[in-house]
């Protein structure tokens, strides 16, 4: 070497300064060959083995979830269709009114045969099926003698009346049993569903994703490694000019509601905004330099989203143990792609909270209708007979039923009205004590055998809307009569403070879930949205409530424990002064 030319030591430092950046280049394309192959496999055994646990658990509950439920529903209703039928028969007397009760019969029967199926593969509901079975057995027992009474004659449909008090008692039992068991069915379908269906739809995507990622980096390094480490220089001066740019636009940014993220084109974070942080539930520190699929795991939810909604859709992402809905959009350019979430929860929830409303309206509108259809029948019909306290009973039933179509509209006008701050208070001085008393009075007349008392002391006097105030107690009172069972204790009491007047309505019933006791006066809120329970309303008393005494100054609160009783008070300030 040391009697070499200088031309040829030159030579020979350039082919041991080539070969082993050749000899790099190959072992990295051999390597990232292998890891591509790899990848290709495991994208493949990963979705054969996902579609086999899929279908596995698809056998399961299609064949036991979904019929269980099913079966339970309709089963409700068919039985409510003949209650109602044999009702309307013992009413009106019209053969024809049993129709729907001929046609439930065969598909209470087949539903019921469906649940004894199901219990083969489920044994753990088979004492509740059996239960519900004798239930059934007993009611249509109880509905083959009422029709039986009322088709021999007036004597007979008189006792088949009578004897309304013990059909209704066998149709509760019924519908807590079904209730029970429907329950039941929800929840192994809720299971179901997110056991599998979840599990299922985000591991292949998150595993085809990851692969197809990869997979399209490892092409990506394969094909273009050698001409991209050329342009290093000049994308790093591009990117600090960039920089230079966006940190213009990061400022304005840092000022905006919705999230917003940018990506670059090997989708790694570049920019995090504080809205991100709130909404996503992620650092800026932590999110910054990684790559997006990382800091987002539901990222394929969002892109699935886009491209089938585009810009716009609506996408539930998991926070907190909670899904919340976001619109997504994306802007793509030349250095990657900006990605928006705007958090549209609040709005999610009052459009199921409408379509709740809409749902029990409807049913709380029907039952006073059906019965106001069918007294009005009766009365029209020719051939009935001249029965004077037939004839008040029914008058008493259209005016009961008309007055509860009434309170129903008169809410939904109120709310209304709250919504749009048009509801103005008529304020003046109102004797509490006197109010109570003419709201106890009033009540009385429904209440047996429940028991209401008034604790008031004289000369307690409020600056308040008279009639508001009262529609808040009347309203409490009825909630508190609905829920309480009988011969228990009601009590409206009445207490001066130093700082205005309280109002508590105290009752002994069933009490109100501690999760419930959150959202009770939430608009739309039912804490028994399936009406299981057999109370009605309509989900507008309570935020009525408090938004009148909220305008009157007051504040309103519940205290309850279920199976204990509940305690609304309602604070008033003192009177103004003069």
């Given at each position: ?172 039992r019924f519908r807590v049993l079904a209730g029970s068991l429907l329950g039941r069915a929800e929840q192994i379908v809720r299971s179901a569903e997110r056991g599998q269906r979840d599990t299922y739809r985000r591991t292949l995507v998150l595993v085809l994703a990851t692969a197809a990622g990869a997979a399209a980096i490892g092409i990506a390094l394969l094909l273009f490694l050698p001409r991209r480490m050329g342009l290093l220089y000049r994308r790093e001066r591009d990117a600090r000019r960039a920089a230079e740019r966006g940190d213009r636009a990061s400022r304005a940014l840092a000022h905006v509601d919705d999230a917003v993220v940018l990506l670059d084109l090997d989708d790694t974070v570049r920019y995090w905004n504080p809205a991100a942080v709130t909404s996503l539930g992620v650092t ?295």
């Amino acid at each position: 070497m040391a009697n070499q030319p200088p031309a040829a030591e030159s030579r020979n430092e350039t082919e041991e300064t080539v070969d082993p950046a050749r000899t790099a280049r190959r072992r990295t394309q051999l390597a990232l060959g292998v890891m591509l192959a790899l990848l290709i496999v495991l994208a493949g055994t990963a979705t054969f083995a996902i579609n086999r646990l899929y279908q596995t658990g698809e056998n399961r509950y299609v064949k036991e979830a979904f019929p269980l439920r099913n079966n339970s529903r309709d089963l409700i209703l068919q039985m409510l269709n003949e209650e109602t039928a044999v009702r309307g028969y013992l009413i009106t007397g019209d053969r024809a009114s049993l129709q729907p009760y001929e046609q439930a019969r065969p598909v209470a029967a087949d539903d019921l045969a469906s649940l004894k199926r199901l219990t083969l593969r489920r044994p753990e509901i088979a004492a509740d099926v059996a239960e519900l079975r004798r239930s059934v057995r007993d009611l249509e027992t109880y509905f083959r003698g009422q029709i039986a009474l009322v088709a021999s004659g007036r004597a007979g449909q008189l006792r088949a009346q009578h004897n309304l008090p013990a059909g209704k008692a066998r149709f509760d039992r019924f519908r807590v049993l079904a209730g029970s068991l429907l329950g039941r069915a929800e929840q192994i379908v809720r299971s179901a569903e997110r056991g599998q269906r979840d599990t299922y739809r985000r591991t292949l995507v998150l595993v085809l994703a990851t692969a197809a990622g990869a997979a399209a980096i490892g092409i990506a390094l394969l094909l273009f490694l050698p001409r991209r480490m050329g342009l290093l220089y000049r994308r790093e001066r591009d990117a600090r000019r960039a920089a230079e740019r966006g940190d213009r636009a990061s400022r304005a940014l840092a000022h905006v509601d919705d999230a917003v993220v940018l990506l670059d084109l090997d989708d790694t974070v570049r920019y995090w905004n504080p809205a991100a942080v709130t909404s996503l539930g992620v650092t800026e520190l932590h999110a910054l330099g990684r790559p997006v699929r990382e800091v987002i795991p539901q990222l394929a939810l969002i892109e699935q989203a886009l491209v089938r909604g585009g810009q716009g859709a609506m996408v539930p992402l998991a926070r907190d143990g909670a899904d919340r809905w976001f619109g997504v959009s994306e802007s793509r350019f030349a250095e990657g792609r900006v990605i928006v979430l705007r958090d549209v929860t609040a709005e999610q929830q009052l459009d199921r909270a409408r379509t709740e409303f809409l749902a029990t309206a409807s049913h709380e509108l029907r039952t006073p209708l059906t019965a106001v259809y069918g007294a009005v029948r009766t009365l029209r019909r020719s051939d009935r007979p001249d029965e004077p306290e037939l004839t008040d009973r029914l008058l008493a039933m259209i005016e009961q039923e008309s007055e509860r179509l009434t309170a129903i509209v008169e809410q939904i006008l109120v709310s209304a009205q709250l919504d749009r701050r048009a509801l103005h208070l008529d304020r003046q001085t109102c004797d509490l004590r006197e109010l109570c008393e003419s709201v106890i009075a009033s009540a009385e007349l429904r209440a047996a055998p429940k028991v209401l008392t008034l604790d008031a002391p004289e000369n307690v006097f409020v600056e308040c809307d008279a009639a508001r105030l009262r529609q808040v107690l009347v309203n409490l009172l009825d909630n508190a009569l609905k829920y309480s069972p009988g011969g228990t204790r009601i009590q409206l009491r009445v207490r001066q403070t130093s700082d205005g007047v309280d109002v508590e309505v105290i009752d002994d019933g069933i009490g109100i879930p501690d999760d419930a006791q959150k959202r009770i006066f939430d608009k739309f809120y039912r804490a028994d949205p399936d009406m299981l329970t057999g109370v009605g309303g309509s989900g507008l008393g309570l935020y009525i409530s408090r938004e009148l005494i909220e305008q009157m100054g007051g504040t309103i609160s519940v205290r309850s424990r279920p199976g204990e009783g509940s305690t609304f008070d309602i604070h008033l300030p003192k009177r103004r002064p003069r």
